[in-house]
């Protein structure tokens, strides 16, 4: 076994250089931050000062770091002790063997993160509405918060329920007033996929310039983590100007990052119209990188992520899963809403998630359809390289999250 302090994958000094030399974000966690302009979380100013004794130099880059072995901190939970994980990240349940996965810390160079604490993070949402809103890589991530808090919370005290055909999961902390929620929104845009249970994958339409239908939901939240990525991910997308009823809509194919602008212009607009600012904090993770092609990383040509039991060494390791012209559209607007006064704070976790190859479900998972004779002679068509295993990497999205909320965000 590997010693505890065993070390693999350090992060390069930018998200941004190790894709491109022109996509840059800016964090300002200083007197910009305070005064509503939008932050990003990124490398390319490493500025995060802590106001806390785990400060070990002035200058932190939370993202810029390397995963670290300690089989005795982590996991922070155990898969079998947390009812509410989907089945769809339970890959110990599902046969999974090695679970050196679920034992790596993030360590940023020159600070420590603080030590997760769900009771602290309770108390801090007293009275709140946590909510994620997004794809099913936000529900992942969704999946892994509640995992993280709820054991601090007796039985009789925490529940779980369902609304607007299963699009909405409120997971209620009865003795806070609080909630930790996930909405179903892949394309954040209203779209032919906004059916949590049942959406076509292939061909979606999205409504790009509506956004009302889903943006109600969310109004008063507390704080709104939002993701949006996955679903874009076509050469084109089909976009609706009217209803899905009408005959007289128009439709149009739209090249890929254009149509994701036009959708993010309108949740842009959407924010700065209806989010009180003195309310709501607003989070926007960025892009999760998928492992589907082995030869990306030197593996077998063919091959994905099933069966990898190692992480990617190489440093600044970024695969072609992870688009910088979408992150460029993102960039952009998130700079125009900060000349209008709002705030977005950047989750930049696709970087340190590069490197974690391993910890995808690939098979381990529950299948939700019947496995064809075909797909069960051919494992590697069904993996799945895109979603994570619990505990694991979305855990550490969590801790990143949880020390900007306590280290930056003032509520």
Known sequence: ?????????????????????????????????????????????????????????????????????????????????????????????????????????????????PRFNATALLERLRNKRFMYVGDSLNRNQWDSMVCMVQSAIPPDLKSLSYHYNASLVVFRAHEYNATIEYYWAPMLV??????????????????????????????????????????????????????FESPDAI????????????????????????????????????????????????????????????????????????VPAMMRVVESVIEKLKTRGVTIHVLNITQLSEYRKEAHPAIYRKQWHPLTKEQLAYPISYADCLHWCLPGVPDVWNELLYTYIFRYIHT
């Open 1 to 113: 076994m590997a010693n505890k302090s065993q070390v693999v994958a350090v992060a390069p000094p930018t998200w941004a250089s190790s894709v491109t030399g022109s996509f840059h974000f800016v964090v300002a966690l200083l007197v910009t931050a305070l005064v509503g302009s939008a932050v990003y979380l990124s490398s390319e100013q490493p500025q995060l000062r802590s106001p806390t004794p785990t400060r070990r130099s002035s200058r932190c880059d939370l993202f810029s770091g390397r995963w670290v072995f300690d089989n005795v901190s982590y996991p922070l939970y155990k898969e079998k002790e947390c009812s509410y994980m989907s089945e769809q990240h339970a890959c110990e349940a599902y046969g999974r063997k090695d679970l050196r996965y679920q034992q790596w810390r993030w360590q940023p160079h020159g600070c420590d993160l």
């Open 251 to 322: 439709h149009k194919m739209v090249e890929m990052t254009r149509a994701y602008e036009m959708a993010l212009n309108t949740w842009s607009d959407w924010l700065e119209m209806h989010v009180n600012k003195s309310k709501t904090q607003l989070i926007f993770v960025s892009m999760s990188p998928t492992h589907k092609k082995a030869e990306e990383w030197g593996g077998v040509p063919g091959r994905n992520c099933l069966g990898e039991t190692e992480q990617i060494t190489r440093e600044g390791y970024w695969g072609n899963g992870s």
């Open 190 to 243: 209203e779209s032919n996929c906004d059916n949590a249970v049942s959406h076509p994958a292939d061909h979606r339409i999205a409504r790009a310039q509506a956004i009302e239908k889903h943006g109600r939901r969310w109004n008063d939240a507390d704080f709104l983590i939002f993701d949006c990525y996955l679903w874009w991910r076509l050469p084109k997308i089909e976009l609706l100007w009217g209803s």
